[in-house]
């Protein structure tokens, strides 16, 4: 087994603090009632490095000697109920990472085929929810994770059990493991009710001090070149990481849990309008095991200070947009400056009852916790397992310009520049922001498709409701069907009792109808003759509509805009809405109308996307009043343009932007031509026309 980075080896982001991963990892492991952690981060940031060190500093187990299912002695399994003077044995943790591509089956366990079809025998297999018992369970990229799986490991994370009720099997076993995500926010996010199920979550950044990214290279460079040496110099820290892990366990029951916190925390909660008690419960288990970790039996305002920013952030009321956080000084304000006071005994009795020897107040918080003799501050956060790397997308913030970019940085909403020499002087170029979202129709890719599941078009994905049976042998096998080909020919085949004889031409699989995710391309006009406030504001405001449907159906979104004398590709397709929707704020308007150049431009991204992902199926939808008056015979190119994407068998829709009682109808031709779904404006909300709008 190949050695893993130290825990205590990861240099944290800042120099002065310790780091949020780190403590959230440890706490929901001191106690794993807390709902495990997401951790939400660019890419570089040592967050699969971390995750895959925490395993090693945990205490070992104990575990039945022979059970499948990591039972304690006393427990019971679906292998048997064992005494507690049963056989033991001694392990370490299991960190069971769970693909991003795993299967129903494989997470749940399901029949053992082999044994079924060899010897008869209808047998469970456990699944991985069953090997991460008293273990911890880690999904890298858990925002492309299929929903249905990410609905059955948090079921099973907030109820400790997993059962099965499929293909004849009717097993519960327990599966009490810590549940830990990591994702990219670039390449989607979660949706808010699963969000809502992970404990604690936080955010992390590589370090931008270069005297830390510095040690951070020297350190990785010293673990590649030599394991054994570089974890043997850790040995003394990871040993009392442990250490005090098994002390913070041990000291966890015996943490006091006044009224006066619990009220406390619920001003917290009530103040940032979270949803639900999940957010109150969460915090108050989050501060008992900070208060553990740091030795005391009194919950203080740091503990809840640093419980609420771990538990709070992804629970309070906020638009899918906008960034997460929770504003700092607000919970100040609300914790004040006095620690929670005990209730007061019966008959009252002056203050002085061991209250000079009370609770340290933890002036620092957590971001100077107490260290072991010989030991190092826990860090993490940085990048102790990949290098940092320079990207092109920064999240969701847009790129810096160049000194020589062309357009100043937007200074706010209605600003304004002189028209360029390629707008051909049709007055000067203006930013204006969008209002509200609003429910969009929703609109489908026509025929059945068999891409990655999501909510928009038909498609054969692998789950489902049963469309049929497939004798290709593509996709889970359907048991009763087999058997039932098998079943006329066994005669033929020699048999006279005993089990069933099969041959490969009687397999047959269930195949399945759901939906599936598409790529959304949005083709928008930025000329000037959309640069009116109102119509432009109508037009961004039905883009950002449009953008949030795409959020909420797991698509892949892309931004083409055309104005003046040239197409931009302003966002090549990402799973990130959050960067379409800040590019789409930043728009500006004016100039020329190149709609041809636009359309051509929305073709080529489609032809990568079709050469890069050949299973997403895309959707086109262009964003334009039709008017086309760039070039030498502009209105004939850009029916040029919209047959040929026509020809390329493309979905599509064009959003009619044109207003007033004298009306041209470009907009109705050009759907013409392209074979497109012709749709003014104000009637993309959903409340404008009743039933789904489906692309023809």
Known sequence: MPLQYPLSAVVAPQADRADDMTLALVLTTISPEVGGVLVRGEKGTAKSTTVRALASVL?????????????APGDTSPDGTWPLDAETETRPVRLVELPVGATEDRVLGSLHLSKVLADGVAEYEPGLLARAHRGILYVDEVNLLHDHLVDLLLD??????????RDGVSVAHAARFVLVGTMNP????????????????????????????????????????????????????????TDRIVAARKLLPEVELTDAVLTKVAEVCAAFEVD?????????????????????????????????????????????????????????????????????????????????????????????????????????????????????????????RPSGATRPPIEGEG????????????????????????????????????GESGKRSRALT???????????????????????????????????????????????????EGREANLVLFCVDASGSMAARKRMEQVKTAILSLLLDAYQRRDKVGLVTFRADSAEVALP??????????????????????????????????????????????????????????????????????????????????????????????????????????????EISARALAGVARVA
């Open 156 to 165: 099973a994370a907030a109820m400790g059990r997993s059962t099965v009720e």
């Open 462 to 512: 692998t789950n489902g409701r049963r469309a049929g049976i497939d004798p290709t042998g593509q996709g889970g096998l359907h048991l009763v069907e087999t058997i039932r080909a098998a079943a006329p020919h066994q005669r033929g085949r020699g048999r006279t009792d005993g089990r069933i004889r099969f041959e490969q031409a009687d397999l047959r699989t269930a195949r399945r």
């Open 276 to 400: 639900g008690m999940r957010a109150d419960i969460v915090t108050t288990r989050t501060a008992v095991a900070h208060a553990a970790w740091h030795g005391r039996t009194t919950v203080t305002r740091a503990d809840i200070r640093q419980a609420a920013l771990l538990a709070l952030p992804h629970r309070r009321r906020r638009n899918p947009f906008d960034a997460p956080g929770l504003d700092e000084d607000l919970l100040d304000a609300i914790l004040g400056d006095e620690e929670p006071e005990p209730e007061p005994p019966l008959p009252p009795e002056p203050e002085g009852d061991g209250d000079g020897e009370g609770p340290d107040s933890d002036r620092e918080g957590l971001d100077t916790p107490p260290r072991s003799s010989g030991a190092t501050r826990p860090p993490n956060n940085s990048d102790g397992g990949d290098q940092p790397s320079e990207t092109e997308d920064r999240g969701l913030d847009t790129p810096p």
């Open 186 to 241: 670039e390449e989607g996010e979660l949706r808010p009710q699963l969000l809502d199920r992970f404990g604690l979550t936080v955010e992390i950044a590589a370090p931008r001090d270069p005297r830390l990214r510095a040690e951070v290279v020297r350190r990785r460079l010293a673990f590649d070149a030599d394991p054994e040496a570089f974890v043997a110099s850790y040995a003394d820290a990871e040993r009392a990481l």
């Open 573 to 682: 397709p990402t799973h990130s809405v959050d960067i379409a929707a800040k590019r789409l704020a930043d728009l500006p308007a004016g100039g020329r109308t190149p709609l041809a150049e636009g359309l051509l431009a929305a073709a080529e991204v489609l032809r990568i996307e079709r050469v890069r992902d050949p299973r997403r199926r895309p959707l086109l939808i262009v964003v334009t009043d039709g008017r086309a008056t760039h070039g030498t015979d502009a209105v004939t190119r850009s029916r040029q343009a919209a047959g040929w994407i026509a020809e390329q068998g493309t979905s599509a829709v064009v959003v009619d932007c044109e207003q007033g009682p004298m009306r041209l109808g470009l907009a109705g031709q050009l759907a013409t031509h392209m074979q497109a779904t012709h749709l003014p404006i104000a």
């Open 415 to 450: 600003a304004t520049r002189p028209p360029s020499e390629g707008e051909g002087g049709q007055g000067p170029t203006s930013v204006i922001g969008a209002s509200d979202p609003y429910k969009v129709r929703r609109f489908e890719v026509t025929g059945t498709g068999a």
């Open 59 to 71: 205490p070992p187990i104990e575990v039945v000697t022979g059970d499948r299912f990591s039972s």
